[in-house]
């Protein structure tokens, strides 16, 4: 299959290089990184290892593809959008955080696929990228219900040997990510600690009334969730990641843009739309953008 993964940051290059094993890939990634796999390929290390040579670019339109994963930071998914409308795609999947997918589908006349990846990226530097986890990755209808097109795509993620699961129920799986999203991301960064500092602490309290809050939100949207579910993934991905720091801490740390408005901000948003308050989650927005205002990035 041929695969364009838009936005070859950290985990766009794992799953675009492990997908490169056996599939023609194209990285549309940032130079030096760009430049550096076209001249060299790609050092995949960590928990998987590879060498392997992708095609990489900056340009960002008029390619040609049957898939085009999108793994840009959300805010950047407005201007991924208007590029992918000037490329040929067969199939778009989204595999990134807070709830995306929806301005995908609005802007391309493209299928659009939603999804979840938990495998454990980092850049070590242009043209190398570390596993840190071997994770797996979720796809399916944006809507739920068996998909053929979604079963494809799985079946070609698989071939390259990732663990991938086609589901059923999207809806439910990506408002328990936001649910987990809400809680662990903004208190970790806020605190600046790794997700395992959560476990039995005060903070991890405050991170399960934001994942509770969230999943209040989903069933307003008349999505399942209960609240002890979603505060269950909170404990999960807190124990399962306990040595992460989480993708919004790692923001802070270098001081760049948060996804705060697509997932604390998102779930403010779509409760106000339901007349419904949520003050954990506002309050650590707030707190947030407070701190994105004060270094100049927002
Ligand atoms: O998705 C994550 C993130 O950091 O963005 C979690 C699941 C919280 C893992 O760190």
Redesign the pocket.
Known sequence: MRILVFGAGSLGTLVGGLLASVHDVTLVARDPHAARVSAAGLDIVGAESAHVSPAATTTETGHSAGLALVTVKSFDTAAAADALADCDVGAVLSLQ?GLTEEMLASRLDAPVLAGTA?YGARLVEPGRVECTGVGRVVLGALDGGPDPLAERVGKAFRDAGLDTLVATDMPRRRWEKLA??AG??AVTALSRVE?GALAGDDAGELAHRAARETARVARLERVSLPNRVAREAVDR?VEK?AA?R???LQDVESEKQTEVDAINGAVVDIAAGHGFEVPTNRTLAALLRAWERGEGIR
């Open positions: 955080n938990t987990v999203n662990i991301n997700n991905v990641t992460n989480s993708s919004m």
